[in-house]
């Protein structure tokens, strides 16, 4: 790994964590989780930009396939892998533990690590972080609206569709196509292992997603129904 990637992971790692103290601090009254999603949101919202900004070609996204990482994409990728960095660490203060979270930045963490250290196949790992940055913001603002006292309203369903329509196109859409290229390519095998374990989490998260909305609507449907 470029020693340069390595310095910027470093600085961003504790820049991230700079962020949520400042967040902290200029809102008390939100609670631990709050404020980390808060950053989790901004990160969510730069990694988007910066990967969009390293595409080299918008009639392929995930092109050149299975070649040299560019320096904007080792940047963006380094970027990411801070913020998972200092959201695992933020994870094992929050009192909320949760295990399948930590599961996940650990197995992203390798990826990107991996990634970086092979120098190769940017063009993938970026696109794949597009895909699952792109419905952060919104499962995020559903967390937030609930925290606040809005759960069960018309402004949070509205919340969960829209995170749920995203996640669902992003996800099982751009996923497999792009897992696809991915394991089709010449790619280093520990790559491709990540691909292929990403669109199985993805397909999890999925089902359980479709099951949470089904269920709002039902309840939403049956609400209105007795008042009816």
Same mark, same amino acid.
């Given at each position: 790994m470029e020693d340069y990637i390595v310095r910027l992971v470093v600085l961003g790692t504790f820049s991230w964590a700079a962020l949520f103290i400042i967040v902290r601090k200029i809102c008390p009254n939100l609670s631990f989780s &709050? %404020?980390?999603? @808060?950053v989790s949101t901004i990160h969510a919202a730069l990694a988007v930009t910066l990967a969009s900004l390293s595409v080299e070609d918008w009639n392929c996204?995930? %092109? =050149?396939l299975a070649s040299r990482s560019s320096p904007s994409q080792m940047r963006t990728l380094a970027v990411s892998l801070a913020y998972l960095i200092y959201d695992l660490i933020c994870c094992l203060f929050d009192s909320h533990f949760s295990v399948d979270n930590s599961v996940h930045h650990l197995v992203s963490i390798v990826g990107i690590v991996a990634g970086l250290a092979y120098q190769w196949c940017g063009s993938e790992m970026v696109a794949a972080l597009w895909i699952t940055e792109i419905s &952060? =913001?919104?499962l995020h603002a559903r967390e937030l609206l609930k925290e606040h006292g809005y759960k069960d309203t018309d402004l949070?369903? *509205? *919340?969960d569709i829209a995170f749920a329509v995203i996640f669902s196109l992003a996800r099982m859409v751009g996923g497999p196509y792009l897992a696809y290229v991915t394991l089709s390519a010449e790619n280093p095998l520990l790559i491709k292992a990540m691909a292929l374990g990403l669109q199985?989490? &993805?397909a999890f998260w999925f089902y359980? @997603? *479709?099951r949470m909305v089904r269920y709002k609507l039902f309840k939403r449907t049956t609400g209105t129904a007795k008042l009816a």
């Open positions: &709050s %404020c980390n999603r @808060i996204p995930a %092109c =050149p &952060s =913001p919104f949070n369903l *509205a *919340a199985l989490v &993805s359980k @997603i *479709a």
